[in-house]
């Protein structure tokens, strides 16, 4: 399974983003079989979890850094996972990966240990 994070850039404080997680590959089956999150690094820093969704996109997990900014959605039938960001701040900044890890329960945000990682996607907000 391979994952491939897209949508990172430039943007100004106070301005949007949208990031997408798409998943392929031989062995890849259905993308509601994963429970999907995104993660960030920034420099200097730890890699911290941003947000996570559930199989069944009905269950929903955000940081307190990031509650009434960001918002994660799936399209299964696309096998793309979404992370809306808005009202961006320049410590928002960093590195954004998306993981996915299977055999979690429907409704389940805990993705534990990830099986799979994307290759990450650079966010710059510009003060």
């Known amino acids: 399974v391979q994952l491939q994070a897209s949508g990172g850039g430039l943007v100004q404080a106070g301005g949007s983003l949208r990031l997408s997680c798409a998943a392929s590959?031989?062995?890849?089956?259905?993308?509601?079989?994963?429970?999907v999150g995104w993660f960030r690094q920034a420099p200097g820093k730890e890699r911290e979890s941003v947000a996570a969704?559930?199989?069944?996109?009905?269950?929903?997990y955000y940081a307190d850094s990031v509650k009434g900014r960001f918002t994660i959605s799936r399209d299964n039938a696309k096998n793309t996972v979404y992370l809306q960001m808005n009202s961006l701040k320049p410590e928002d900044t960093a590195v954004y990966y998306c993981?996915?890890?299977?055999?979690?329960?429907?409704?389940?945000?805990?993705?534990?240990?990830?099986?799979?990682w994307g290759q990450g996607t650079l966010v710059t907000v510009s003060s």
């Open positions: 590959g031989r062995t890849f089956s259905r993308y509601d079989s994963y429970a």
């Open positions: 969704i559930s199989r069944s996109a009905g269950s929903t």
């Open positions: 993981a996915a890890t299977g055999g979690r329960r429907w409704e389940s945000v805990d993705l534990g240990t990830p099986n799979y």
